[in-house]
């Protein structure tokens, strides 16, 4: 059971789950207009932690008048960029500030490590805030020199301006929850916008505490949050006062919302699924590249968009390595994220466990073969072996789709044909890691693979200042660096005729 009194659990902790949470619209935390609630579930053991409101369509609504009138007439619009900075540098101090607390509310509703998710995701939350701040003062338009040949001796001083979007829906999923909201809140901020976020059914503890965070920070309505099911995040994608979209999740219901967006033709950006290889050469460094490529689909429990989970070792070493693989996977810890020691948590619900273990059985049933794992973990909670699977053929279910857990196919490759032709076999193209010592090949072969991000002897090594997105069906647009900017401005070009 999950004993939310713990003293393992701050206090702080303990109140903010000991209540119903409410949607933040306005600079007001409200129930739904339906008086409807939903609860969410401790992965690790199945046990209810509490109930949140269960906003909808007329919750949108709301949420969206409250962000319209910000945009246009509260004090927001009317800061200066250095103001504007200072208050987005806030919300990155506080995370610091509270990051104990944020930590053990992610790994008690998502099940993730607490370590991981004070020394990753928290951190990296806070440093999103504060790169965008950065970034306030430093959004520019540039002069043209404009020729206009048909007023021959005309004279003309011509500029452009990037503006902001408008009002910004952000969709965000249950994988990464609190870093999602902060791979996309600050940069809407930075630009001037405003924002309606909704976060996952299944884990919206951390977004409601950082939209109390915000909402001691930024003026009301700059920030509102609609929690709820697929029927809010469809409300946002289709509501005509939505100037732009982003969603994080499914490829599958990215398509849904490029759909609903078209009624007034909002901007879309989508960050969507991926099927990630991995392309092990026989000159790698083994001892690095054992736990890089296992690391690689382990992390977060192999809930990971650009989790490397199809891996392709030249066939020289690939008895050996893959030996190895599993041996390393069969020995990760197993428990509870709030368990300091775990390794490998739970995945984030019933239905995943049972997508994840559905895949697996239908591989062995395809003819794969597991080196390690296949099986459910105990009887309580959500928690899934490890698992290796060789003897992979193209077609196969678990080598086609993404499972979202920790399963990993492996195929081998001869050096004369190479991996290529079978790492670009996907829909997808998000993440991509090489492994080789030799740095001409290194660079080749990344040039030659469609993905968004490749990584050459480390693998998950993003950076703030990166751009991240996907080829193919993994996305539309970048997140993180400059490139994210583009997604919230717009371009507005003047010329005046002196």
């Given at each position: 059971?999950?004993?939310?009194?713990?003293?393992?659990?701050?206090?702080?902790?303990?109140d903010?789950?000991?209540?119903?949470?409410?949607?933040l619209?306005?600079?007001?935390?409200?129930?739904?207009?339906?008086?409807?609630?939903?609860?969410?579930y401790d992965p690790?053991?199945?046990?209810?932690?509490?109930?949140?409101a269960?906003?909808?369509?007329?919750d949108?609504d709301?949420?969206?008048a409250?962000?319209?009138?910000?945009?246009?007439e509260?004090?927001?619009?009317?800061?200066t960029?250095?103001?504007?900075q200072?208050?987005i540098?806030?919300?990155?101090?506080a995370l610091?500030?509270?990051?104990?607390?944020?930590a053990?509310?992610?790994?008690?509703d998502?099940?993730?490590?607490?370590?991981?998710?004070q020394g990753?995701?928290?951190?990296w939350?806070?440093?999103?805030?504060?790169?965008?701040a950065?970034w306030?003062t430093?959004?520019?338009?540039?002069?043209?020199?404009?020729?206009?040949?048909?007023?021959?001796g005309g004279?003309?001083?011509a500029?452009?301006l990037?503006?902001p979007?408008?009002?910004?829906?952000?969709?965000?999923?249950?994988?990464?929850?609190?870093?999602?909201?902060?791979?996309?809140?600050?940069?809407?901020?930075?630009?001037?916008?405003?924002?309606?976020?909704?976060p996952?059914e299944?884990?919206?503890?951390?977004?409601l505490?950082?939209?109390?965070?915000?909402?001691?920070?930024?003026?009301?309505?700059?920030?509102n949050?609609v929690?709820g099911?697929?029927?809010?995040?469809?409300?946002?994608?289709?509501?005509?006062?939505v100037?732009?979209?982003?969603?994080t999740g499914?490829?599958?219901v990215?398509?849904k919302?490029?759909?609903?967006?078209?009624?007034?033709?909002?901007?879309?950006?989508l960050?969507?699924?991926?099927?990630?290889?991995?392309?092990?050469?026989?000159d790698?460094?083994?001892d690095?590249a054992?736990?890089?490529?296992a690391?690689?689909w382990?992390f977060?429990?192999?809930q990971?968009?650009?989790?490397?989970?199809?891996?392709?070792?030249?066939?020289?070493i690939?008895?050996?390595?893959?030996?190895?693989?599993a041996?390393?996977?069969?020995?990760?810890?197993?428990?509870p994220?709030?368990?300091?020691?775990?390794q490998?948590?739970p995945?984030?619900?019933?239905?995943?466990?049972?997508?994840v273990?559905?895949?697996?059985?239908?591989?062995?049933?395809?003819?794969?073969?597991?080196l390690?794992g296949?099986?459910?973990?105990?009887?309580?909670g959500?928690y899934?072996?490890?698992?290796v699977?060789?003897?992979?053929?193209?077609d196969?279910?678990?080598?086609r789709?993404?499972?979202f857990?920790?399963?990993v196919?492996?195929a081998?490759?001869?050096?004369?044909?190479g991996?290529i032709?079978e790492?670009?076999?996907s829909?997808?193209?998000?993440?991509a890691?090489?492994w080789?010592?030799?740095?001409?090949?290194?660079h080749?072969?990344?040039s030659?693979?469609?993905a968004?991000?490749?990584?050459?002897?480390?693998?998950n090594a993003?950076?703030?200042?990166?751009?991240?997105?996907?080829?193919k069906?993994?996305?539309?647009g970048?997140e993180?660096?400059?490139?994210?900017?583009?997604?919230?401005?717009?371009?507005?070009?003047?010329?005046i005729?002196?």
């Amino acid at each position: 059971m999950t004993d939310l009194s713990s003293p393992a659990l701050l206090k702080s902790v303990q109140d903010f789950v000991s209540t119903e949470r409410k949607l933040l619209i306005g600079g007001e935390w409200l129930p739904a207009l339906s008086g409807e609630a939903f609860t969410t579930y401790d992965p690790a053991t199945g046990v209810r932690i509490t109930d949140v409101a269960r906003g909808g369509a007329a919750d949108v609504d709301r949420a969206v008048a409250a962000a319209r009138k910000a945009f246009e007439e509260g004090p927001w619009p009317r800061l200066t960029p250095s103001e504007r900075q200072r208050l987005i540098w806030r919300i990155g101090d506080a995370l610091l500030d509270r990051a104990e607390e944020f930590a053990q509310l992610e790994a008690l509703d998502n099940g993730k490590s607490v370590a991981v998710a004070q020394g990753v995701d928290v951190a990296w939350a806070a440093d999103l805030f504060h790169y965008y701040a950065g970034w306030t003062t430093k959004i520019e338009g540039r002069t043209v020199p404009v020729s206009v040949p048909w007023v021959p001796g005309g004279q003309f001083h011509a500029y452009t301006l990037r503006e902001p979007v408008g009002v910004c829906g952000q969709i965000i999923p249950w994988n990464f929850p609190l870093l999602m909201a902060a791979f996309k809140i600050p940069a809407a901020l930075a630009a001037g916008n405003t924002v309606v976020l909704k976060p996952a059914e299944q884990t919206p503890l951390t977004a409601l505490l950082l939209g109390e965070v915000i909402n001691e920070i930024l003026p009301p309505g700059v920030v509102n949050i609609v929690t709820g099911f697929g029927d809010a995040g469809a409300a946002i994608s289709a509501h005509e006062g939505v100037d732009k979209v982003a969603f994080t999740g499914s490829t599958e219901v990215g398509k849904k919302i490029v759909a609903a967006a078209g009624g007034n033709l909002k901007k879309v950006s989508l960050e969507l699924g991926g099927k990630s290889p991995q392309i092990v050469y026989a000159d790698a460094d083994l001892d690095l590249a054992v736990p890089g490529t296992a690391n690689a689909w382990l992390f977060n429990h192999g809930q990971c968009c650009v989790a490397g989970t199809r891996l392709y070792v030249e066939d020289s070493i690939f008895a050996e390595f893959t030996r190895r693989v599993a041996d390393f996977a069969s020995q990760v810890k197993i428990g509870p994220g709030l368990d300091p020691a775990t390794q490998l948590g739970p995945l984030v619900s019933q239905e995943q466990l049972d997508r994840v273990t559905g895949f697996i059985r239908q591989g062995l049933a395809d003819g794969a073969r597991a080196l390690t794992g296949g099986n459910q973990v105990g009887d309580q909670g959500y928690y899934v072996e490890p698992t290796v699977l060789v003897d992979v053929k193209p077609d196969m279910s678990v080598v086609r789709e993404e499972i979202f857990g920790p399963v990993v196919v492996a195929a081998p490759f001869s050096a004369a044909r190479g991996a290529i032709p079978e790492a670009n076999d996907s829909p997808y193209g998000l993440a991509a890691g090489v492994w080789t010592q030799d740095v001409s090949k290194a660079h080749r072969i990344a040039s030659e693979l469609q993905a968004g991000t490749v990584w050459v002897n480390c693998y998950n090594a993003f950076d703030t200042a990166l751009p991240f997105g996907g080829y193919k069906q993994s996305g539309w647009g970048r997140e993180l660096g400059e490139a994210a900017l583009d997604q919230y401005t717009q371009t507005k070009a003047v010329n005046i005729q002196l």
